[in-house]
């Protein structure tokens, strides 16, 4: 099983910014993917950022050109990197690991197999 340990969250005022970290335990699959999901309570969990196999990110539209995500492979670490922060951002943030499949577009090529416990960023206006 692979443990994903996720911090850095917390609170800011709008415009402000966060780095989370997501350190994996193993990255356990040749082809696998990492990345961020944000959840809000009563709502869908949705995408914020990934990086596939062969390195390419991909941002939700609602993040691109604040959020920015970075990998550290020796440290098996992703990191959010979260500017311009604005009080639609405040959710619980998920890390996600998983295998990379082959077809589909960025988003549903990742499997999600594995998460961690989140860690909660706010943002007040």
Known sequence: QVKLVESGGGSVQAGGSLTLSCVASEYLYSRYCMGW???V???KREGVALIDVDGKMT???SVNDRFTLS???AQKTLY?????LKPEDAAMYY?????NDYFGD???KCRTNFWGQGTQVNVSA
């Open 106 to 108: 960025s988003w549903g």
């Open 80 to 84: 959010l990197q979260m500017n311009s």
């Open 71 to 73: 990998q550290d492979n």
């Open 59 to 61: 941002y939700a539209d």
């Open 95 to 99: 890390c996600t690991l998983g295998y």
């Open 37 to 39: 999901f944000r959840q």
């Open 41 to 43: 309570p009563g709502q």
